[in-house]
């Protein structure tokens, strides 16, 4: 707390001698939590750096406009925060930021003045922050046991497989086929086991999309217990969109029930867990259509 106080107070000490009226252009100004001004690894290191008195911190894009600006920011800023900031004023996706002061990178897990992060240059002067945004992939795919999964940028073709684990077919691809941007989500037959009360792949969306879960029968749905977490989670059923028709054991060919939604994700990121498939004759299908279209 003593170190705390240090800082604080020299801020004080700063902001009341600096304070006067001024003009912002295209300014988003933040007031900055007095933990950006601790240190990272606190007194429980033993460590004790160089205290080095704060000032004004601004981050501009490429284009020269002035995205955040903070008057207090020295040793021991963490550069989260810094981060954390510029997304709010610009709506930007967190690992989307990618931060630079002169030829540094200033990596998200930094705190400034610590390691090789560079160090405010004090009192009177401004510490310059240049932003670049990197627009990552539209849509990835994660399994939560730990399984292949893979986005495709297209619909399988017929014969092909479902997939990576097994060698059921598709034999049709009913309404999927020739959508524009339609997406297949590859995945393991083995996840069928999880529960339908646990995650069983989760989406991570960036541009809106359709999201559709094609199961492989109606007694998948039920004897799957699917119909709580698809109600719950806002899935519709599609009554008139045609299913995939795909091989498999020990009852294909299978064809099943469509539901689908749609979102619209707020920073580029939009989290779509999948529940468990919890039916022990397969996994149902995940078919992702990018772009802004109606249900």
């Known amino acids: ?134 627009p990552g992939p539209s849509l990835t795919a994660h399994s939560m046991s730990g399984s292949r999964i893979e986005v495709l940028d297209h619909v399988p073709e017929i014969r092909q497989d479902c997939h990576f684990d097994r060698d059921y077919e598709f034999t049709s691809l009913g309404d999927f086929a020739n959508k524009p941007g339609m997406h297949y989500i590859m995945t393991c037959n083995d996840d069928r086991k999880t529960s339908a009360n646990k995650v069983m792949w989760r989406l991570d969306l960036r541009e809106e999309a359709v999201v559709f879960i094609n199961f492989r029968s109606q007694a998948h749905v039920q004897q799957g217990h699917a119909l709580d ?37 707020r920073n580029r990121q939009h989290l779509v867990d999948l529940m468990g498939s919890n039916y022990w004759e397969g996994a149902y299908f995940v078919f992702v259509q990018m772009g802004s279209f109606a249900l």
């Open 229 to 265: 977490w698809l109600r719950r989670d806002g899935w519709e059923l599609q009554p008139d969109f045609k299913s995939t028709v795909s091989s498999g054991f020990p009852n294909g060919p299978y064809s099943g029930p469509v539901y689908a939604q749609a979102f619209c994700p």
């Open 1 to 134: 707390m003593k170190k705390l106080r240090t800082y604080l107070d020299t801020a004080v000490r700063y902001v009341k001698h600096k304070q006067k009226p001024s003009t912002a252009r295209e300014v988003t100004l933040h007031e900055q939590p007095e933990r950006a001004l601790l240190d990272a690894e606190g007194e429980d290191s033993g460590q004790t750096p160089e205290v080095v008195e704060p000032g004004p911190l601004t981050v501009r894009s490429i284009s020269g406009k002035i995205v955040h600006s903070q008057e207090i920011a020295g040793h021991g800023t963490r550069v989260m925060d810094i981060v954390s900031s510029v997304c709010e004023s610009t709506n930007a996706r967190m690992d989307e930021v990618h931060l630079m002061a002169g030829e540094s990178i200033l990596k998200h897990d930094m705190i400034l003045g610590h390691g090789e992060c560079v160090t405010h240059p004090g009192p009177g002067n401004t510490l310059e922050v240049s932003l670049a945004v990197v």
